[in-house]
T-cell receptor
Framework: AQRVTQPEKLLSVFKGAPVELKCNYSYSGSPELFWYVQYSRQRLQLLLR??SRESIKGFTADLNKGETSFHLKKPFAQEEDSAMYYC????????????FGQGTTLQVKP | EAEVAQSPRYKITEKSQAVAFWCDPI?????LYWYRQILGQGPELLVQFQDESVVDDSQLPKDRFSAERLKGVDSTLKIQPAELGDSAMYLC?????????????FGSGTRLTVV
């Protein structure tokens, strides 16, 4: 079965501290993985996707197939990073369906 | 920047009543998705359209939920009768021509409260 697990409901860090939001997935094939973010009072939006190997707003995520993980990292957290973060998996390349984790609230304290 | 439009933003309805949500995807986007997000959980796909055809409705409670996209543009999701457990955020999303794994654009959602 396809599943995405985000073990932390809340991650609280101080401004300038490193951030790592954990995501583990369960899928037997080659997954496509994404991070979505929802800032307060805004719509859910795509942050980054693993196929692009991009860095958005200082965030990066590396797919580790051996550990079935796709953790989101940022070396120095900013207050404006405070938001809800969702990891998502697309395992069926011909449909685009996304399976989401339960989300992690990132709180960056001044 | 093009957006996915949804209405209404909020809806309060009584148990056993009918309720409908509307979604207008980004112009030219052939694929449209309806997701349900229960408080404290991630979004879960209810139904996916490719143009006017249903691609996946395996998680749609078909005894009470229905969805249509008659002309392959905007879409309506209906619940009849609503139950207390249907209280959730209903999100619509769209993506460019054909199924894609490049991520897609979400609307602001409709927050449904069933009382």
């Amino acid at each position: 079965a396809q599943r995405v697990t985000q073990p932390e409901k809340l991650l609280s860090v101080f401004k300038g501290a490193p951030v790592e939001l954990k995501c583990n997935y369960s899928y037997s094939g080659s997954p496509e993985l994404f991070w979505y973010v929802q800032y307060s009072r805004q719509r859910l939006q795509l942050l980054l996707r693993h196929i692009s190997r991009e860095s958005i707003k200082g965030f990066t995520a590396d797919l580790n197939k051996g550990e079935t993980s796709f953790h989101l990292k940022k070396p120095f957290a900013q207050e404006e990073d405070s938001a809800m973060y969702y990891c998502a998996l697309s395992g069926l390349s011909n449909t685009g369906k996304l399976i989401f984790g339960q989300g992690t609230t990132l709180q960056v304290k001044p | 920047e093009a957006e996915v439009a949804q209405s209404p933003r909020y809806k309060i309805t009584e148990k056993s009543q009918a309720v409908a949500f509307w979604c207008d995807p980004i112009s030219g986007h052939a694929t449209l998705y309806w997701y349900r997000q229960i408080l404290g959980q991630g979004p879960e796909l209810l139904v996916q359209f490719q143009d006017e055809s249903v691609v996946d409705d395996s998680q749609l409670p078909k005894d009470r939920f229905s969805a249509e996209r008659l002309k392959g543009v905007d879409s309506t999701l209906k619940i009849q009768p609503a139950e207390l457990g249907d209280s959730a955020m209903y999100l619509c999303a769209s993506s460019p021509t054909g199924p894609t794994n490049y991520g897609y654009t979400f609307g602001s959602g409709t927050r449904l409260t069933v009382v």
